[in-house]
């Protein structure tokens, strides 16, 4: 194969050698002042043509990798020196497959095939040649007939491929060098992220508790999903769950912060909308520029419902014993960090045999539904669902099409309360009593407690610390708060519950009484006995005055 004749055909080639070569500077131009006289003759050289150049010599010449091969078992024609150079001498008149077995090896041989059929280049990015460097390489069609560019005579033998590959190994290895460096940045955000999560969840008596946390698939994906299990004492157990807006370690040293702060504000055992009423202060402390989703709920078994507040977070699912499933969606705020709102908190039934879902938008938000479509799906989904909470979990998780690439964190938290029948139902009790009539109803609420206590054969040791506390509690609320009152006792399979509410919203501390004080040493006596005591005020005015012994094992 003549290689001149092949080179003259070269795509993008132009003859434009009469215009170039007519072009001189007159002397009328000259003497204009157009062109200082000192280069006149010099521009009256005629300049060469890009068709006149020697091609074989510039192709020599050039850095980049160049073969030509044509016919459809694509022959070599022709390697340049940066070709050989690379791969060392290569015989002409070969098919590819010998002549130019680094191509072969790197998976070009079907590209060339896809250009000689259809007569189009195709470029392929950084490939790693066997001599450890990355090339990108164009295909273009060349053709020796007339037109010079068809290439499309189906692997005639007048057609062929013209191979031009350039070293990216610098560029290939700063980007390997900036996704290592992204890997890295979104590892930590991981690790972060998941060491500011509860490594265990609490478990409180009465409910059933899983989550779940994904970090999303994409680089630096990783947000700041967070969720949570606080135990308040007194049976009740608060539940949060939240999404920090954002991406990396920021998003999840913020969500970090915020579930720090959650947990000491639950102790103040305050109703839910005055939490995030702190909460939202504290965000805009943090960050005037970050604002973050959250809702948390407070479980009281006695109730038999789920009090909640919602800082612009996704309603609450609770599917009922019979399969219904129920959507909290009222009341819901803005996010935290928007300040200037007043939350408010609202109640969904979570009584015995319900499951309830707690979960952030990465659960259900896709770009191309609405988001009110995936609610309903998760809705469906918890309507069939069944089983432990983790089991559960994982099946909203499948059915949501969570994968590891997804690209949003994902929090999901299940909680169930169970129905406790048979001799399980022998563990979980409740008594209560009226405190009605005054300085007499002391006397009345410990034989009361007595009786209870008896009934659900508790050793002698923890059935008369319990009517102490009871004597002591009764006691107090009688001398400091006002009607209406009333005791409950209340066991677990884990613990005993003395608890006294009355109308006054008063609450009493822990303090020390000097030796002439007729009063002050009830509620030291009963943080002594008990192994945990608290209070807290109640919805509507008054307070609840609670203490708790563990049971012994066995």
Sequence with gaps: MNFTRWSARLPGTQRRAAARTDDVVTEDRLSEG?????????????VPAVDELPVREVLDRVPALVALVHG?????????????????????????????PELDEIGLLPLLDQVLRSGKPRTVKSRKAPDGRSYTFTCTPVTEGHGGGGGGSGGSGGSGVLVFATDVTDHAEAAERLRASERRQRETAVTLQRSLLPQELEEPDDLRIAATYLPGGTEAAVGGDWYDVITLGGGRTALVIGDVMGRGVRAAAVMGQLRTAVRAYARLDLPPHEILQLLDGLAMEIDANQIATCAYAIHDPNEGKLVYASAGHLPILVRDESGVVLRADEPT??????????????????????????????????????????????ERALAGATGTPQVICDRLVRSAGVTAEHDDDVAVMVLQHPAHTGPDG????????????????????????????????????LHDLGVLAVSELVANSLQH?????????RRTDRRLIVEVTDGDDHLPRRRRAEPGDESGRGIAIVATIASNWGSRRTPGGGKAVWCEFVLPKG
């Design 481 to 489: 708060g006002t009607p209406p009152m009333r005791l409950r006792l």
């Design 333 to 378: 705020g803005p996010p935290l960090g928007t300040g200037g709102w007043m939350h408010a908190s609202g109640s969904i039934p979570l009584g015995p045999g319900s499951t309830a879902v707690l979960y952030t938008d990465g659960l259900v938000e896709r770009r191309d539904e609405d988001l009110d479509e995936g609610i309903a799906a998760l």
């Design 426 to 461: 022998e563990l979980f009790r409740n008594a209560a009593l009226e405190l009605l009539g005054g300085v007499e109803a002391a006397p009345r609420a410990r034989a009361f407690a007595s009786g209870v206590l008896t009934s659900w054969r508790f050793p002698v040791e």
């Design 72 to 100: 459809p078992d694509h022959r070599l024609a022709y390697v340049n020196d940066a070709y050989v150079v690379a791969f060392g001498l290569r015989p002409t008149g070969e098919p590819a497959r010998r002549a130019l």
């Design 34 to 46: 157009a062109v200082p006289a000192a280069r006149a003759e010099q521009l009256t050289v005629p």
